[in-house]
């Protein structure tokens, strides 16, 4: 089990739009498995989780530990993940956070809570984020070794940061 790549994924997810079938099928690329078994209701869920779990890296932006903390407890009390023992691959046996039965929505809410409880476990309640580049409305992990993240991809950092230097250069223009 991976829990830094399910924290990944629950940012991922959380920077999704998720209107139907197909945008959740596309979310799941690399995971063709379960793209048969997503649902409208799968969708609806996870639109529901996704506004429940966006405080929790609001709270870690605005470094609220407790709120990211009391946050994260009270969404694994609300969506109860049940793990257990996955022999699929006899060679590796590993974890799984939701039962055979469990629907898409419960698995990616499942992954997302248990990566993100580890990851605050281990790296702190810091790590998790919302971008720095204006108008982006992304969230992000942090897994850098000197905790430095502050953009939720190349992208929004390379457009701040040529944002930054045109307007030193405007400044820096005699009037």
């Known amino acids: ?3 830094i790549r399910y924290a990944e994924q629950s940012a991922a997810l959380l920077n999704t739009e998720l209107p139907d079938v197909d945008a959740l ?6 995971r063709e498995w379960l793209h048969a ?3 409208d209701r799968d969708c ?3 639109r529901k989780f996704q506004r429940e779990l966006r405080p929790v890296f609001e709270a870690s932006a605005a470094d609220d530990q407790r709120g990211v903390v009391d946050g994260l407890n009270d969404l694994m009390v609300r969506h ?3 793990p257990r023992i996955s022999d699929h691959d006899p060679g590796d046996l590993h974890l799984h956070v939701a039962a055979r039965s469990a ?5 990616l809410v499942g992954e997302a809570l248990l990566g993100l409880a580890t990851l605050v476990c281990d790296l702190g309640p810091s790590r998790l984020g919302t971008c720095a580049a204006s108008p982006c409305t992304h969230v992000y992990v942090d897994t850098s070794p000197n905790a430095s993240r502050r953009y939720c991809s190349e992208r929004c950092s390379s457009r701040a940061n040529v944002a930054a230097y045109r307007a030193r250069r ?4 005699p009037a």
């Open 103 to 107: 629907s898409v929505a419960e698995l």
């Open 1 to 3: 089990m991976d829990f």
């Open 44 to 46: 609806m869920l996870l």
């Open 80 to 82: 109860p993940v049940t």
């Open 37 to 39: 078994q997503a649902t």
């Open 25 to 30: 099928v596309a979310h799941l690329a690399g």
């Open 170 to 173: 405007k400044a820096a223009q």
